[in-house]
């Protein structure tokens, strides 16, 4: 059974509620594995004769769910609400973005703040009207001993600036040679490490799937119409899709991309930047991991059709054989200096 739809309406439609469930799109999975194993005819290793393909799988995102707008399966309404939806989504996620560039990543402890506390140490932390004669020290000096007895009158925003800064980083108050390992290990710097590298984790994993996604929707054979068949599972291969559905596929990809390379750059000024306390650290790099995933809340409010769809399509070719060397994935070796280098970038100018 063939189903068919340009990138409007019309022609015969299809019902989209023949959804295979979970358990066989797993025993589809599994068929793969075992197919896989079985290919060793001439005893030797299975190792021996495993071709890695790359696929990509369709996700349960609003993304995904735009690729099927204005097939007949989806119908009129049901188009125009994923449309909509993914209209929210880019202007969710490209607001949020410019606010994290313009707004959230200034520097909160930049030139304005070492200014600021060099003119207060000059005029008022060393100030002689200040000076206490009971325990012979300066506003500076008592501000710095850090203790509750001692006065640092009109000094409360110093002190917590100086709270804050020995919090994050223990070896202002202390030396490192006074340091344990376990204290280095739970400071400021190595928190911010490492939601660094997890954001730049997260974000890479995100351009990997578009990547995969952009090949598997250029390799698809072009034709006046876009077909879906019906597969022995149960489920639906997509054959070939019309130009401007193709079009517009990538267009939308290149779109996804672009707010993802965006998006990581201002996370990342956003965590260096914005605050110091390891709260705030933790909170905004789970802030950052919504805002990136939030295609999948407004796939959600998708209509039922093109979930089932999506739950139901085949994964989609993105390269034939991987390229590998004696068992070393270059692809992957590929991203992986791409996070090294995103991380000493990120490191080196922020």
């Known amino acids: 059974v063939r189903t068919s739809g340009g990138g409007g309406g019309g022609g015969p439609t299809a019902s989209a509620t023949a ?4 358990t066989a799109r797993r025993t589809r999975t599994s068929r793969g594995k075992q197919s896989a194993m079985a290919s060793s005819k001439s005893g030797l290793p299975v190792e021996a004769h495993v071709e890695v393909e790359i696929r990509y799988d369709f996700v349960d995102s609003i993304w995904d769910a735009s690729f099927l707008a204005f097939h007949p399966c989806l119908g009129l309404g049901g188009s125009l609400q994923v449309i909509l939806l993914l209209a929210f989504n880019i202007a969710v996620q490209v607001i949020f973005t410019a606010m994290s560039w313009s707004v959230l990543a200034e520097r909160n402890f930049g030139d304005d703040v070492q200014k600021e506390l060099s003119t207060w140490r000059t005029n008022i932390g060393q100030n002689v009207k200040y000076y206490d004669e009971l325990t012979l020290s300066s506003l500076s000096e008592r501000l710095c001993l850090q203790d509750p007895k001692l006065p640092v009158e009109m000094s409360s925003r110093m002190s917590s600036i100086l709270q804050s800064l020995i919090t994050y980083w223990p070896a202002v108050e202390n030396s490192y040679e006074s340091q344990t390992i376990w204290e280095i290990l739970v400071s400021g710097p190595t928190l911010t490490l490492l939601a660094l590298m997890v954001w730049c ?22 034709d006046r119409k876009t077909h879906l068949f019906y597969t022995d599972e149960g489920g639906f291969q997509l054959a070939a899709v019309s130009w401007s559905r193709k079009a517009f596929a990538i267009g939308v990809l290149l779109v996804r991309m672009a707010i993802v390379l965006c998006l990581w750059y201002a996370g990342c000024g956003f965590l260096v930047n914005y605050s110091i306390d390891a709260g705030d650290l933790i909170l905004n790099a789970v802030a950052l991991e919504v805002v990136l995933a939030v295609d999948q809340a407004f796939f959600a409010l998708a209509p039922c059709n093109a979930k089932n769809l999506i739950h139901a399509l085949e994964p989609l070719p993105a390269a034939q054989h991987e390229i590998q060397y004696k068992g070393l994935d270059l692809r992957t070796c590929f991203f992986t200096l791409c996070f090294l280098g995103a991380l000493a970038f990120m490191g080196l100018h922020e």
């Open 201 to 222: 984790l997260t974000t890479i994993h995100e351009v990997f799937e578009c990547w995969n996604c952009l090949v598997g929707v250029w390799w698809i054979t072009l």
């Open 19 to 22: 959804t295979p469930s979970a």
